[in-house]
């Protein structure tokens, strides 16, 4: 089984800015503290995502303020640095360019450990959602194939040859892997606060209270007071291996 203690330098490939934040948040910022790599990849520019005043700023400033957002919040995380592929939010694009645009961030970052969400969660309804767990899922495992890809695979140097070990998925109905999150989570809220074109303080409030009860309930399953979870994988099982839930929940 794929063990994240192992991992070193972690992507995480998510729809929009905010969303691992919102999913593992305070495990970023844990890992991040403890000297792990931690890059964003947001797949959109989230210029949809605004709501009120906000919503109506030209199409630049929108993108300019969740990009401020995004880089503030990552900063109180520990991220490392944050990728930014500028698909449209809620647009047409195609998982298929997003796919080799993950490919080639794979190629330069070089991760051990690959987090994004879960494409296979039921009543998912966001498109973009569930095209950037497939993007990411399938650049995880095509990646090193050298003619797949917009651009040819780099040499390996000695300082890059790391490989990628493992997919990790969150907003995930079938978690195998809960991580004590306590000592992250008032990061995590404030890091959430910075977001703060996406939220009225009421909606704050309840995006807070709901994340409490979701890590409570995982927590109550390690006997900690707050804790996030993942659907941890290795690579290599993500293609023709239908076991995967079974094995992955029959393991420690
Ligand atoms: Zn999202």
Redesign the pocket.
């Known amino acids: 089984m794929p063990d994240l203690t192992k991992a070193y330098r972690i992507l995480c490939v998510?729809?929009?800015p905010?969303?691992t934040d919102?999913a593992f948040g305070a495990t970023v910022a844990l890992l991040a503290g403890r000297g792990v790599e931690v890059f964003y990849v947001s797949v959109t520019d989230?210029a949809a995502?605004l709501s009120g005043e906000d919503a109506a700023l030209p199409y630049e400033e929108r993108v300019e303020l969740r990009r401020r957002e995004q880089r503030a919040a990552a900063r109180r995380l520990g991220v490392t640095d944050v990728i930014e592929l500028g698909f449209p939010d809620a647009g047409n694009w195609s998982a298929y360019d997003a796919r080799n645009a993950i490919i080639d961030v794979i190629r330069s970052v070089r991760p051990d450990t690959l987090l994004t969400?879960d494409p296979w969660m039921k009543y998912e309804a966001?498109g973009?959602?569930r095209r950037t767990g497939l993007a990411a899922a399938e650049a995880a495992i095509l990646h090193d194939f050298p003619a797949i890809g917009d651009r040819a695979a780099p040499v390996d140097t000695p300082q890059h040859t790391n490989k990628l070990e493992r997919v990790g998925f969150f907003f995930t109905d079938n978690p195998n892997l809960v991580l004590d999150a306590e000592a992250g989570m008032e990061r995590k809220h404030l890091a959430l606060a910075d977001h703060a074109s996406q939220w009225d303080e009421s909606t704050y409030r309840e995006l807070v209270e709901y994340d409490r009860w979701r890590c409570e309930r995982y927590g109550q399953s390690i006997g900690a007071r707050y804790a996030e979870a993942l659907l941890l994988v290795p690579v290599a099982w993500l293609h023709i291996f239908p076991d995967l839930v079974t094995i992955s929940r029959s393991q420690p």
Request: no cysteine.
């Open positions: 998510q729809p929009h905010d969303d919102i989230d995502g969400i966001h973009d959602h």
